[in-house]
């Protein structure tokens, strides 16, 4: 799902090296230009198997994804054909894998603790919410993924400059350092990027997303 207002070379499309291990996730925009430089091939995942496009072959096969499929893909026009956006390409000359840790930011913190308070369980608006250290600074907290969770206003006010248990609130998950990009998982429960999965299950994951 595209977000609104957002166009269609918006959407994300997985990159995976020669060896099919995940890379990266860059935007449709980016994907076409390696298509169309030769450096990158199409990889669909089609009844349990990988199959391989270059984007002459892609644009060959869009007529059936059209009349098939069209709720699975995102489309883009051009004036002489319509094109579905791939959701994976793999990289025709590149087999290493990035060693960059996963960043702890805002971003990714609520993506972990899927914009959920941490402590009344409901779900608000990253407008809504604020970064809670559970052992407060005040009392000699870091920043860190083990000590940072969502809180909305309200408890977060509540809980002030306390623990959790000086506050007498508990939390409802303990916090975690995610193996991967939080986001990714996010992606993964829609159903148009399930074919990401193959790759992402095993994967250490740590590219941030740039959405």
């Known amino acids: 799902m595209i977000a609104a207002g957002a166009s269609v070379l918006d959407a994300r499309v997985l990159v995976i090296n020669k060896l099919y291990n995940a890379v990266r996730v860059v ?15 199409i ?60 960043k702890l930011n805002r971003r990714n913190i609520y993506a972990r603790d899927h ?29 860190s993924w083990i000590n940072l969770v969502c809180a909305c206003v ?7 400059g306390r623990t959790p248990t000086q506050a007498r609130m508990k939390l409802i998950r303990e916090p975690i350092k995610p193996r991967r990009n939080p986001a990714i998982t996010l992606r993964l429960g829609s159903p148009k990027y399930q074919s990401w999965k193959a790759f992402l299950d095993e994967a250490y994951w740590t590219v941030e997303l740039q959405d």
């Open 154 to 160: 309200r408890c977060n006010a509540r809980k002030g």
């Open 43 to 102: 990889i669909s995942v089609e009844a349990g198997a990988y199959v391989s496009y270059s984007l002459h072959s892609w644009s060959e096969v869009a007529e059936f994804q059209r009349s098939f499929e069209h709720e699975q893909h995102d489309w883009v026009t051009t004036p002489r054909l319509v094109l579905a956006v791939p959701k994976i390409i793999r990289l025709l000359g590149y087999d290493r894998l990035p060693r960059e840790p996963v």
């Open 115 to 143: 914009s959920q308070c941490q402590y009344c369980g409901k779900n608000f608006s990253t407008k809504e919410l604020t970064l809670d250290h559970v052992v407060p600074r005040v009392q000699g907290g870091e920043n």
């Open 27 to 41: 935007d449709a925009r980016r994907a076409f230009t390696m298509l169309c430089k030769g450096s990158a091939e």
